[in-house]
């Protein structure tokens, strides 16, 4: 193993049995980035079945969760324009339009005329919804802490910082 950890119980995990295999099998080749990047793709795996459960308890579904929050963290009044929300969102404005009906549909968001632009409209955010979103985003939270609950505070730290590192030519 290039890389010399193990987990907690001292036991090698799925990923170096993975590693060695296919050191043993091809060993022209460097699989030293399997190491990280496969447990990162393990750990999205788990994260995003984490956030699922949080967000289902609440009754949502994950994209939900997405134009609810991007509503919630804009501040009070807690409304966006649906271009602007397919910005936060990372959507087309077809699929945006679609979240915003069956949302409102729901009564977690209402459609308002914008005060500046006569042709414009504002999505924000229903008192139900905030209601519902700061409550997933509490279910939320409480399942990623578990997650890192292995790491230290400083480690946590330090990986937040490298994983930001890796993440920056990616980033707008």
Do not use: C, K
Not at 39 to 63: H, V
């Amino acid at each position: 193993m290039a890389i010399d950890q193990v987990t907690p119980d001292g036991a090698p995990d799925d990923v170096d049995r993975i590693v060695s295999a296919w050191r043993r099998e091809r060993p022209d080749l460097d699989v030293t980035p399997l190491e990280i990047l496969s447990r990162i793709s393990r750990l999205a795996r788990r994260l995003d079945r984490a956030r699922g459960t949080a967000f289902a308890d609440r009754g949502l579904e994950t994209w939900e969760f997405d134009v609810l929050s991007a509503l919630r963290r804009a501040g009070a009044p807690y409304e966006l324009s649906p271009g602007q929300l397919v910005l936060e969102t990372l959507v087309t404005s077809g699929t945006m339009t679609n979240r915003v009906d069956r949302l409102a549909v729901r009564g977690l968001v209402a459609r308002n005329p914008s005060r500046t632009d006569r042709r414009g409209v504002l999505v924000r955010l229903t008192p139900a919804g905030l209601a519902t979103v700061d409550a997933a985003l509490g279910d939320l939270l409480e399942r990623e802490r578990d997650l890192l609950s292995q790491l230290a505070t400083d480690e946590q730290a330090a990986l937040a910082a490298n994983l930001r590192r890796l993440l920056h030519p990616f980033e707008p």
